[in-house]
């Protein structure tokens, strides 16, 4: 029998980091939003766990595995799969392909179980696995806080977004300990906390983002940034900077015309098909 899932992108329309937490780790606020991209996984019942996709990377250290070990050790089940992953959504890009890759592996594995969603503890689940895996689990867009475990629900923007994804993997560890983060005192709406440090950390970055910039001077209150990066959006594009921003040669970034989701249910776009 053959389990086919998919799971959607998220990008922060907002990112304000709050504090510096006792155990290093930072508390965050947070509107997360759903979107349209979708990475797709089938799994095969085997007797050992392997994980077969595009990208080695992704084959040495997968969230996918990483949450079927903890589940098993969780629930004392004794799952195992042959995993091939589909990587449509950029990895370490701010999108949270990893972590919605591992949360809705996990979803599946209650169903086949029975056993309750309920059951998991996600503080315990963000910390084990990723901070952004609560959210994927709860799988509508909402406010997040603390850790990413604290979930409230909220608006969600259904609308357009242009999503911009160079060819630059960020590492959220590295932007969280830059010594160019700042605490926010007060909430911005608008602003994602880890912009600054991320261009000063990241020159191939700094330099894609200007070179963006060059493009029109209108960009520079309409570009941000998801996550720790390295994809910016803009909300609503209007037909002129969609003209604009669109990659010419020597360019070395994708563009992708999105929707924003309210929620999503994968067992309404899942498969099981029997050999």
């Excluded at 604009?244 to 309404?268: A, H, W």
Aim: with cysteine; net charge negative.
């Amino acid at each position: 029998m053959m389990f086919n899932i998919k799971t959607p992108a998220k990008i922060n329309t907002f990112l304000n980091v709050d504090s510096v937490r006792e155990d290093g780790y930072h508390n965050i606020s947070s509107h997360i939003q759903l979107i349209n991209l979708f990475d797709e996984i089938s799994f095969v019942p085997s007797n050992s766990n392997d994980i077969f996709c595009e990208y080695s990377e992704l084959q040495e250290q997968n969230l996918i595995i990483k949450s079927i070990e903890y589940f098993n050790e969780t629930f004392s089940t004794n799952f195992n799969f042959q995993i091939n992953l589909k990587k449509n959504i950029p990895f370490a890009s701010g999108l949270g392909g990893g972590s919605s890759n591992a949360a809705y592996t996990i979803l599946l594995l209650c169903i086949i179980s029975g056993i309750s969603i309920k059951k998991l503890n996600a503080k315990e689940v963000g910390k084990e696995i990723g901070a952004d895996v609560p959210f994927f689990i709860n799988s509508e867009s909402c406010y997040v806080g603390g850790f990413g475990e604290r979930l409230k629900k909220s608006f969600s923007k259904n609308i357009e977004f242009l999503l911009l994804s160079p060819m630059i993997n960020i590492s959220t560890s590295q932007i969280f300990q830059s010594k160019h983060l700042q605490i926010e005192k007060l909430r911005d709406y608008e602003k994602n906390s880890l912009l600054e440090p991320l261009l000063m950390e990241n020159h191939e970055f700094n330099n894609f983002y200007e070179s963006l910039l060059n493009k029109s001077s209108n960009l520079q209150n309409r570009l941000k940034l998801s996550g720790s990066g390295s994809s910016l959006f803009i909300e609503s594009p209007t037909f002129e900077e969609k003209q604009i921003l669109q990659p010419k040669n020597g360019d070395n970034f994708r563009i992708f015309s999105l929707k924003g989701l309210e929620y999503y249910d994968f067992k309404t776009d899942w498969g099981v098909a029997k050999w």
